[in-house]
């Protein structure tokens, strides 16, 4: 009898830590309707946090960055051993090929127990892998090579070799829809599983009840439509939050001393569960101080990194997939395959985002025509119509998920005709109709810049000088340093920059989505260019690129930042803590935030709010609209730079302080014509570009300059913002042909002075007179009530330009 008992523990434990190692895996169907009523009416807090919409931008985006890094370990680690799990998860993340389908399929025949010539594995681990796998990757398990799996798993479930065996069948089975007998079987699994929930806690007991209670929740989450499967997911939900949440995000069972301790595995089946049952789970699950939400404890304890083992990552990544998917609106577990309407919402959030990304991308293409542009953008707008569409028509997940994909990779697929380059030339200054254009030979595309507005007249001549340019070197970014791109950039496998050698292009993107690399060396390569080498810190991919202000900026502000603006478009949220946890409240985008200090935490900087609260300093989220003094440069250049420049004496000034602001026809100011030239021979260089005083005098290396930082902004996205240098006295129209020059993009005004008035910014022109088209203009967050020209900058001052439509 002994001998029997030690048996029979013996095969549970082992059942459990191949559980561990194999099995956590999301489980959840479409909520139905009962259960949807449950939520509404609040029975518990964390059903009522699950329909929260904000739930935190910042960790939203370290979600993503986890889920891409797990995908990248995935294909990495497993090569052509991807199996059941694998190949779920890169579905899921749409990184799956042809091929990793294959390997999929073939270790699925290879290592199922009923497959490949056995019986029922233990507990049905690798009954509901291979399901889930198979269905994910379109083969239908009911005819696998002439055998039917679900009617393998049906006959256990008759008779259900242990408690783990019930969850697993049930899952399995609740993957689609596999006829009456596989309906019959869900019904009385479903019935057991509640049948052994404890009435009194609410949990199911075991010796590891953590574990047990989130593989219940995931079975019984996608069977809400099963008589009492809804009160006892509620319940469990409950139980979950008053038993086995900790402070720390993570759980626990206090009551068992030998497998109750928190660990990863635990954690990360919990949040999986949690998310599928639609709780969510990227807020702290109670309302107290200091408390962690439990994707951000996942987070933290980094299971995506390379050498973990590969069964954590791939159930870490799909506890992230299932996460977002349920934050996207999507309704139950990511394994409902056969659900009604379970992914339809947040597959429809997934295309609009991927035409939103594609549409900045053709935006900010610098070698486009304006009507390439446009007929790019009404091409991407077709294809988006159309499937949203048929995904509005779709009656299942699978549906769903193949035509989102589908019309991801035709929007991706849409390309922008490129203008033949022109040949460089010094640009002429143009005068015509009182009108200056300040052309610049940085910029790719004059066409779209400048086809509304020409060049400048005056009725005298201006005296040209010649500056002299400060040879101090720009500061270099820091070793291991987190940078964005700021225009397309390209990453090799070696520092020989070679077309063989080139692994990847970064299309130019929108502040918001720019790509985050962290640098690991600076280094100047054979070919004489300054280059770093990175790792992109979404994908994981490691190599060199090339360096400089021009292609990458700091992604995390360290500046005398003492006010910012929101500029992510969910918001963002103030925490109680440095490390950004205890969410205090959300914040929207626009909204304008004083800040304390800047605070340093690792690599990815904190601002403390004058409340005392910390926000996150990456300039992804957030605008810095006021800076104190800026003390360093916040963009990442080589310390060579070879500039030479001509500026006028006596610079043209800039734009009114509104858009409304009309051409002078009645007086005839005298309009300066200026001409600015930058040649830059390494692609390195960061030149620093001469800026005349708006007195006529010739700056030197003696004279005093002041710190002016810029911010261009329209259709809602940041052309571009930095920081600027320029001579004590300059108007706020000299910072701006400084920084347009800098920067590369095409700047038109007209008038001098008080007449002066900002016409186009690469493109976004003013309207005619008495329109409310054309470019505002702020300082320090607010309006003068005179034109740029005339207005006198002071060290430290932010200039905020706004395109109104």
Not at 41 to 51: H, K
Not at 348 to 355: D, F, H, L, R
Not at 709 to 718: E, L, M, R, V
Not at 754 to 761: E, L, M, N, Q, R
Request: overall charge positive; hydrophobic content about 35%; aromatic content about 6%.
């Amino acid at each position: 009898m002994k001998r029997k008992q030690f048996l029979y523990w013996f095969s549970i434990v082992l059942g459990i830590f191949l559980i561990f190692f194999s099995g956590g895996n999301s489980s959840r169907a479409d909520a139905a309707s009962d259960f949807s009523s449950a939520i509404s009416t609040g029975l518990t807090e964390i059903a009522q946090q699950g329909s929260q919409i904000d739930s935190g931008a910042d960790t939203a985006s370290d979600v993503d960055s986890a889920i891409s890094a797990g995908l990248a370990e995935i294909i990495a680690q497993q090569g052509s051993k991807i199996d059941a799990w694998d190949a779920t998860c890169l579905v899921f993340g749409d990184r799956i090929t042809d091929l990793q389908a294959q390997y999929a399929y073939k270790s699925i025949l290879n290592n199922n127990d009923f497959l490949s010539g056995g019986s029922q594995g233990l507990n049905g681990i690798s009954d509901v892998s291979a399901v889930n796998g198979l269905v994910a990757i379109g083969k239908d398990p009911t005819n696998v090579n002439g055998k039917n799996l679900v009617a393998n798993i049906v006959k256990d479930a008759n008779n259900p070799a242990s408690d783990y065996s019930i969850v697993n069948d049930l899952e399995a089975l609740s993957t689609g829809s596999y006829g009456q007998a596989s309906e019959t079987a869900r019904t009385s699994l479903t019935k057991k599983l509640i049948g052994m929930q404890d009435q009194k806690t609410g949990l199911w007991n075991g010796f590891d009840k953590v574990d047990y209670t989130a593989r219940a929740i995931l079975a019984l989450s996608m069977n809400t439509n099963q008589p009492g499967a809804a009160d006892a997911l509620n319940t469990a939900v409950k139980a979950v939050s008053n038993h086995f949440y900790q402070e720390n995000g993570g759980f626990a069972d206090s009551s068992n001393t030998m497998y109750g301790a928190e660990n990863v595995y635990n954690d990360v089946t919990m949040t999986n569960a949690l998310a599928s049952a639609g709780v969510n789970v990227y807020v702290p699950l109670k309302e107290k101080t200091d408390y962690i939400a439990p994707v951000q404890r996942v987070l933290d304890q980094h299971p995506v990194s390379a050498g973990n083992s590969a069964m954590l990552i791939q159930q870490a990544t799909l506890a992230f997939e299932q996460a977002r998917f349920t934050r996207n609106g999507g309704k139950g577990s990511i394994f409902a395959f056969n659900q009604t309407d379970a992914a339809k919402y947040g597959e429809i959030v997934s295309i609009k985002a991927a035409a939103i990304t594609k549409k900045w991308s053709i935006i900010n293409d610098p070698q486009a025509t304006a009507a390439a542009k446009s007929d790019a953008l009404n091409l991407v707008d077709q294809i988006l119509a159309t499937y949203v569409s048929k995904l509005s028509a779709d009656s299942t997940s699978s549906a769903a998920i193949a035509d989102r994909a589908a019309g991801v990779t035709a929007i991706n697929h849409v390309t922008v005709s490129h203008a033949a380059p022109a040949t460089p030339v010094t640009p002429p200054t143009v005068t015509n109709n009182n009108v200056t254009v300040v052309n610049n030979p940085a910029s790719s595309s004059s066409a779209s810049s400048s086809s509304a507005a020409t060049s400048t007249s005056s009725s005298s001549s201006v005296p040209i000088s010649t500056p002299t340019v400060s040879g101090k070197p720009v500061k270099k970014a820091s070793h291991r340093s987190i940078v964005y791109a700021l225009t397309t950039v390209k990453l090799y496998r070696s520092s020989n920059f070679t077309k063989s050698n080139l692994t990847k292009t970064y299309k130019k993107r929108a502040r918001i989505n720019r790509p985050m690399f962290l640098v690991i060396s600076q280094q100047t390569n054979k070919q004489g260019h300054a280059i770093y080498r990175v790792k992109d810190m979404n994908l994981g991919k490691t190599g060199y690129t090339l360096s400089g202000s021009k292609y990458f900026a700091h992604a995390y502000y360290s500046a005398k930042v003492t006010r910012i603006k929101v500029i992510y478009p969910k918001g963002i949220n103030e925490y109680g803590k440095v490390n950004l946890t205890s969410k205090k409240r959300h914040v929207k985008k626009n909204a304008s935030l004083s800040v304390r200090k800047v605070v340093n935490y690792g690599l990815s900087n904190r601002i403390q709010l004058t409340n005392g609260r910390y926000i996150t300093a990456n300039k992804k989220f957030i605008l810095a609209t006021k800076i104190k003094k800026s003390s360093q440069n916040t963009r990442p250049s080589t310390p060579t730079a070879t500039t030479t420049g001509t500026s006028p004496s006596t610079p043209p000034t800039n734009s009114g302080s509104t858009a409304t602001t009309t051409t002078t026809t009645s007086s005839k100011p005298t309009a300066t014509t200026g001409t600015t030239t930058t040649t830059n021979n390494s692609p390195s260089a960061t030149p620093t570009l001469p800026v005349a005083p708006t007195n006529p005098v010739t700056p030197s290396n003696d004279a005093k300059t002041i710190t002016t930082t810029i911010s261009i902004h329209a259709d809602g996205a940041t052309i571009a913002s930095g920081s600027i240098k320029v001579n004590s006295g300059a108007s706020a129209l000299d910072a701006l042909q400084a920084f347009a020059q800098q920067q590369g993009l095409a700047l038109t005004y007209k008038g001098s002075g008080a007449t002066a008035y900002v016409t186009g910014i690469n493109g976004y022109n003013a309207g005619p007179a008495g329109t409310m088209t054309g470019w505002l203009y702020s300082v320090n967050g607010t309006e003068p009530g005179s034109s740029m020209g005339a207005y006198t900058l002071k060290d430290g001052d932010s200039i905020l330009m706004t395109y109104n439509k």
